[in-house]
């Protein structure tokens, strides 16, 4: 399965190693390893992407197995990023929205973005949008509580916009390690944004739903957001049915009871 993959110099390459290294401290990590042998940077990008993995200058090392401490790590990171000023977004925030629910979660949602209440509480979906989502984890018999809410950026995008690039790049980290943390049996990607960022995908929501893909060593799917529910009733239904298999593949997997 693969591990715990913190930086991703692909993606920003502004961190040097050293402050990567008091990260993982900070969090917690005592041990690193790299997972297979280092060869030149551009023989290594070479080799990640034919294997469409491991791009170049990421350091692994396992998160640990006791959830509890899973839980801490989580909790500490949350504090971390709360003082995060890695991209443009930082200028304009109320607060920062890192995650919210149970750390050691079955299931994980993944939305886009803060919206506007959001930035003002501190937490993730808790706007129209949010209701909606609340309603649908209702819906195969769960309660918010019970499950790990997060987006692809932990700061609101001015006006709604979709992140750019370079903030997603500078976020996908703390989203990685929130994966790793949390640990779910399965992950539910929201809409367009969060669905091509988590798969590396260019194409639309409609050819990405309907398979299961890996994210991170766990089984993912794609949905509809509940924004794009408020304007097209039309999309209910399949999200429903995307649900139910989500429903279904939880418990396959030895999940605690969804209805
Ligand atoms: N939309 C999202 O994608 N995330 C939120 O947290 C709220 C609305
Ligand atoms: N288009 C999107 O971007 N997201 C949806 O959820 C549906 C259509």
Same mark, same amino acid.
């Given at each position: 399965?693969?591990?715990?993959?913190?930086?991703?110099?692909?993606?920003?390459?502004?961190?040097?190693?050293?402050?990567?290294?008091?990260?993982?401290?900070?969090?917690?990590?005592?041990?690193?390893?790299?997972?297979?042998?280092?060869?030149?940077?551009?023989?290594?990008?070479?080799?990640?992407?034919?294997?469409?993995?491991?791009?170049?200058?990421?350091?692994?090392?396992?998160?640990?197995?006791?959830?509890?401490?899973? @839980?801490?790590? *989580?909790? +500490?990171?949350?504090?971390?990023?709360?003082?995060?000023?890695? /991209? $443009?977004?930082?200028?304009? %925030?109320?607060?920062?929205?890192?995650?919210?629910?149970?750390?050691?979660?079955?299931?994980?949602?993944?939305?886009?973005?803060?919206?506007?209440?959001?930035?003002?509480?501190?937490?993730?979906?808790?706007?129209?949008?949010?209701?909606?989502?609340?309603?649908?984890?209702? @819906?195969?018999? *769960?309660? +918010?509580?019970?499950?790990?809410?997060?987006?692809?950026?932990? /700061? $609101?995008?001015?006006?709604? %916009?979709?992140?750019?690039?370079?903030?997603?790049?500078?976020?996908?980290?703390?989203?990685?390690?929130?994966?790793?943390?949390?640990?779910?049996?399965?992950?539910?990607?929201?809409?367009?944004?969060?669905?091509?960022?988590?798969?590396?995908?260019?194409?639309?929501?409609?050819?990405?739903?309907?398979?299961?893909?890996?994210?991170?060593?766990?089984?993912?799917?794609?949905?509809?957001?509940?924004?794009?529910?408020?304007?097209?009733?039309?999309?209910?239904?399949?999200?429903?049915?995307?649900?139910?298999?989500?429903?279904?593949?939880?418990?396959?997997?030895?999940?605690?009871?969804?209805?």
């Amino acid at each position: 399965m693969p591990w715990w993959i913190v930086n991703d110099n692909r993606h920003n390459n502004s961190r040097p190693l050293v402050g990567v290294l008091d990260y993982l401290r900070d969090i917690g990590f005592e041990e690193l390893y790299r997972p297979q042998e280092v060869l030149p940077p551009e023989q290594e990008l070479a080799r990640g992407e034919a294997a469409g993995a491991t791009p170049v200058g990421r350091v692994e090392a396992a998160p640990p197995a006791d959830p509890a401490e899973r @839980a801490g790590m *989580l909790a +500490r990171l949350g504090e971390k990023v709360s003082g995060c000023t890695d /991209c $443009r977004l930082a200028e304009r %925030r109320n607060s920062v929205v890192f995650g919210v629910g149970d750390p050691n979660a079955d299931l994980m949602f993944i939305g886009e973005g803060p919206g506007a209440e959001e930035d003002r509480q501190g937490i993730p979906f808790v706007g129209r949008a949010g209701e909606l989502l609340t309603k649908i984890i209702g @819906a195969i018999g *769960l309660e +918010r509580s019970e499950v790990y809410i997060a987006n692809i950026v932990k /700061c $609101r995008p001015p006006g709604n %916009r979709d992140p750019q690039p370079d903030e997603v790049a500078a976020c996908r980290g703390y989203l990685e390690s929130q994966i790793d943390l949390v640990r779910p049996k399965v992950i539910v990607a929201l809409g367009r944004v969060a669905a091509q960022t988590l798969l590396s995908e260019t194409t639309s929501l409609g050819r990405m739903r309907g398979h299961w893909y890996q994210v991170r060593g766990v089984e993912t799917r794609v949905t509809y957001h509940p924004a794009a529910l408020l304007r097209n009733v039309g999309f209910k239904r399949p999200t429903w049915e995307d649900m139910q298999v989500v429903r279904d593949r939880l418990r396959e997997l030895g999940s605690k009871d969804p209805s």
